[in-house]
């Protein structure tokens, strides 16, 4: 089955830095990755996904990024703010398959 | 904007007591799923359910646990026997098309004594 990889488990960045976090996964049906920000105690939110069909999507100061060939991909936040601080999830799915597998996560902290 | 609601937010029992935990999902949508997430952990899949049958469950969803839409509106998770290991986070998620896009619930924390 599939198996999702995240790096780093800890990242602390100052505000106004860039942080990246990758993930790579296994199966190479999987053609559906989306991320997750998850704050103590509180709901996994949907923040952006990308489908294999394109290597890059952006939203504002969030972007994702995808290498098929390499099966990995990666979130991009820029210009970071203490708000960015909770724990990020990424994760893998597919049109073929309804459930999603996710990452270990990345706690990221941004200093003020 | 529209959101997958969950009761109880959180859930004591003791060993060997069933439990059901409710989920309302977003209201057009057709894809239903249940995940957990043991405290500091990642969320792991339990099941999923589509046209009123379970579509896949994973090794975590053995003979102790059920799913059912009993009405239009309403999806719960029932476990019939919990363990001390069943404590965790229980979260519901849906979507409209499978994998794509689900939004998740606010979840109910599960302890099991």
């Known amino acids: 089955g599939e198996n999702v990889e995240q790096h780093p488990s800890t990242l602390s960045v100052q505000e106004g830095d860039s942080a990246v976090i990758k993930c790579t996964y296994s199966?190479?049906?999987?053609?559906?990755f989306p991320w997750y920000k998850q704050e103590l105690g509180k709901r996994p939110q949907l923040i952006i996904d990308?489908?294999?069909?394109?290597g890059e999507k952006k939203d504002q100061r969030i972007a994702v990024t995808l290498n098929k060939t390499a099966k990995h991909f990666s979130l991009h936040i820029t210009e970071t703010q203490p708000e960015d601080s909770a724990v990020y999830f990424c994760?893998?799915?597919?049109?073929?398959?309804?459930?999603?597998?996710f990452g270990t996560g990345t706690r990221l902290l941004v200093s003020p | 904007e529209p959101e997958v609601t969950q009761t109880p937010s959180h859930q004591v029992t003791q060993m060997g007591q069933e439990v059901i935990l409710r989920c309302v999902p977003i209201?057009?949508?057709?894809?239903f799923y249940w995940y957990r997430q043991i405290l500091g952990q990642k969320v792991e899949f339990l099941v999923s359910?589509?046209?009123?049958?379970?579509?896949?469950k994973s090794e975590i969803f053995d003979d102790q646990f059920s799913v059912e839409r009993p009405d239009g509106s309403n999806f719960t998770l029932k476990i019939r026997s919990t363990k001390l290991e069943d404590s965790a986070m229980y979260f519901c998620?849906?979507?409209?098309?499978?994998?794509?896009?689900?939004?998740f619930g606010p979840g109910t924390r599960l302890t099991v004594l």
């Open positions: 998620a849906s979507s409209e098309a499978g994998a794509l896009g689900q939004f």
């Open positions: 359910f589509y046209n009123n049958e379970i579509s896949e």
């Open positions: 199966d190479s049906a999987s053609n559906y």
């Open positions: 994760a893998a799915g597919g049109t073929g398959f309804q459930k999603l597998v």
């Open positions: 990308i489908r294999s069909n394109v």
């Open positions: 209201s057009n949508h057709l894809y």
